[in-house]
Structure formats: structure tokens, C-alpha cells
């Protein structure tokens, strides 16, 4: 199972990443999460204790790692660099495992637009297809924005993308640029889930303008989630109402995909 989470800054996917990836390890199945934020949060979504979040790093930002591997120094521009760097000893070297969920930090890059090539990109999206051709049970890649490192060589491997939303406007309003920039590299297979819904009034609205995409299911809105953050546990733990509604998000995810 691979699966990409997506949506507008803020909605809450890095809460359904860390619900999921939590559902799926307490399966027993064999669980990578990828955190693509620039400021990475999912460790704490997780409740990863300190002594692990301390030893996570984003890739992105390893300057010395990315020469290495690359032949250039991120930010430089001209010259020439390897587009395939070595990846493969990356996700192990890099990540922490707690409670059942390996998490490794991608970091993110500013791509300043679609033809941007630079040692950082080309280093995260040759990990990313890496990850896309590991044998884990449960790939879930928390995207920053957009799916410019998803290309159309990987889309077949990504067995769903999910648009996170808030009952808004504008929230779904960019779900509409994600379903374009999908379905531009052939990638169709799209769900929307709706967070921070308070009312069925906001629940009917979001069924009723979601941009053609099946809504997977909803994420009341739950100051607990606030609480666990300040508190520095798992929301999985801490929000028994979310934990039950990804549990069944999961379980539909994995109905409509066969």
C-alpha cells in the first residue's frame, strides 16, 4: 500500500498521516512514513519520545550528503550533477522507528517552478521512487505541496493519493489544482478526506462540492488535537474519535483500491 497525502497548508495532513501510519502499524504490517514539510511536525504527531525526534534530520538539508551523493553543492546553479544519486542506504540510515512506524524526515525544496532542477530536487525525488519500489506493506508520504516529486515513472506505484480539506472554499479550491496536477502525470486515483469539521452542515457541504473526487471519510474538528501537541503525545492516543474515524478510513481506503 502505498499512499501520497496531500492538500492546502494547515488542513491537518500530517494528523491523518500520523493517524494512519499509527492504524496500519497496530496491524502489524510494516509501516515507512515520509515527512515532506520543510518544518517537519509528524514525529510529534506520532508522540515520537525526544531522544528519537533528535536524531531525525531532512534530508534536504544535508548539505554535505547531497554533494556526496550528487556531485554538487545545493543551491549552486550550472554545472553538472547526477539526476540518480545513490539513495537506497538512506531510508534506514536516517530514520527512527517508534511503536511499530519507521519515520524518515524528507524535508522539502523550493522548486521555483516546474523546470527546476537542482541536487536537492534531484536527490528527493530519486528517494521518493526509491521508496515507491520498496517492498513495505505501508508506504504513506506526507506531501508538502502539490506532487512535484511524484513523476509519471512512479504514479503506477502509488496506489492512492489523498487530498486532505477543510470545509472551505478555498480549501477545496485547491484540491482542484491537486486533481489537475494529478491527473496531468496519469495519476487518478484520488480520495478526499474532510478535517476540522464541526457540524453536518459542514459535512453535507464538503460531499456536495468536493471537485469529482469520492469522499473517504471525515475528522471532526477536536480541540484535543491542539492538546496533544502542547502535551507532545500521539493524537492517535490522545483523540479516541479520530482514531476510530482513520480505522475506518483505512478500511474503506483498502475496499476501494482492490
Not at 491537518?12 to 499509527?22: D, E, H, S, V
Not at 453536518?200 to 456536495?208: G, I, P
Request: glycine share 10%.
Amino acid at each position: 500500500m502505498k499512499l501520497a497525502i496531500s492538500g492546502k497548508g494547515g488542513v491537518g495532513k500530517t494528523t491523518l498521516a500520523a493517524l494512519l501510519a499509527q492504524v496500519y502499524a497496530d496491524q502489524s504490517r510494516d509501516v515507512l512514513a515520509a515527512d515532506g514539510d520543510p518544518s517537519p511536525c509528524l514525529a510529534g504527531a506520532l508522540g515520537f519520545p525526544d531522544e528519537l525526534r533528535a536524531r531525525l534530520h531532512p534530508i534536504a538539508e544535508m548539505d554535505e550528503l547531497i554533494e556526496e551523493r550528487t556531485g554538487a553543492k545545493p543551491g549552486a546553479s550550472g554545472g553538472f550533477f547526477t539526476l540518480n544519486p545513490r539513495v537506497d542506504d538512506l531510508p534506514e540510515r536516517f530514520s527512527v522507528v517508534h511503536r511499530g512506524v519507521r519515520l524518515l524526515e524528507m524535508g522539502a525544496v523550493d522548486l521555483g517552478g516546474s523546470g527546476c532542477i537542482c541536487p536537492e530536487s534531484a536527490m528527493l525525488k530519486t528517494l521518493i521512487t526509491h521508496l515507491l519500489f520498496r517492498k513495505d506493506d505501508v508506504l504513506i508520504l506526507d506531501m508538502y505541496a502539490g506532487v512535484e516529486h511524484l513523476g509519471r515513472a512512479t504514479v503506477d506505484f502509488v496506489d492512492a493519493m489523498i487530498v486532505v480539506v477543510e470545509p472551505t472554499r478555498r480549501s477545496l479550491g485547491t484540491a482542484v489544482q491537486i486533481k489537475k496536477l494529478a491527473n496531468d502525470i496519469g495519476l487518478t486515483r484520488l480520495w478526499l478526506v474532510g478535517n476540522k469539521v464541526q457540524n453536518e452542515d459542514e459535512a453535507e457541504f464538503l460531499r456536495n462540492e468536493s471537485p469529482g473526487l469520492p469522499v473517504l471519510g471525515l475528522l471532526l474538528a477536536d480541540t484535543a488535537v491542539q492538546e496533544a501537541d502542547r502535551l507532545g503525545i500521539a493524537v492517535y492516543d490522545h483523540v479516541p474519535l479520530l482514531r476510530q474515524a482513520a480505522e475506518q478510513i483505512a478500511e474503506k481506503l483498502e475496499s476501494d483500491i482492490r
